[in-house]
T-cell receptor, first 113, second 112 residues
């Protein structure tokens, strides 16, 4: 199993450009998450999908949209990138609500200039 | 919602010393408390967790303790080694809840 995979690994955008971060898991997990990690701020939840067909806002959703394409895939879109969105983005998945462990992807380092 | 505070933000120890990282939480209904370790440039990975029906859990050199009354839990690492150097995150959640609330992290540096 590959676990949780993310593409791309690195990306540089100019202010105002758009892009989509891709995440996929092959563990048949129900729930998927997008976090951003900034120095001194820990892991902050952007959006999550508790199950296929549902998405909900997390702590810092402004400027982002998500799509739960199917059970395996959960994408994060930046419509008009801003320098404040420079961060490392992690996708994670969790099997069911009865199991708590979240498995993280390798991360995407995004720089917005 | 839940709020998790983590201290200290940085911790430097000598190899062989013990390290303790502390977290407090605000929601008395929280009942699951994991600890994640993140090495430089890597993804966070679960190292140990504890549920509210248990006061302490050990796994080799690491242990977690939970005080439900005071709403705090701690990570204890004994006989630290340079490979323990990493950022450690605590988190909290409750049954049936979809999301984890993370602390801001502690950077542990173990010097040889």
């Amino acid at each position: 199993n590959a676990g949780v995979t993310q593409t791309p690994k690195f990306q540089v955008l100019k202010t105002g450009q758009s892009m989509t971060l891709q995440c996929a898991q092959d563990m048949n997990h129900n729930s998927m998450y997008w976090y951003r990690q900034d120095p001194g701020m820990g892991l902050r939840l952007i959006y999550y999908s508790a199950s296929e067909g549902t998405t909900d806002k997390g702590e810092v959703p402004n400027g982002y949209n998500v799509s739960r394409l199917n059970k395996r895939e959960f994408s994060l879109r930046l419509e008009s990138a801003a320098p404040s969105q420079t961060s490392v983005y992690f996708c994670a998945s969790r099997r069911t609500l009865d199991t708590y462990e979240q498995y993280f992807g390798p991360g995407t380092r995004l720089t917005v200039t | 919602g839940e709020n998790v505070e983590q201290h200290p933000s940085t911790l430097s120890v000598q190899e062989g010393d013990s390290a303790v990282i502390k977290c407090t939480y605000s929601d008395s209904a929280s009942n699951y408390f994991p600890w994640y370790k993140q090495e430089l440039g890597k993804r966070p990975q679960l190292i140990i967790d504890i549920r509210s029906n248990v006061g302490e859990k050990k796994d080799q050199r690491i242990a977690v303790t939970l005080n439900k009354t005071a709403k705090h839990f701690s990570l204890h690492i004994t006989e630290t080694q340079p490979e323990d150097s990493a950022v450690y995150f605590c988190a909290a959640t409750k049954s049936g809840y979809s999301t984890l609330t993370f602390g801001k992290g502690t950077m542990l540096l173990v010097s040889p």
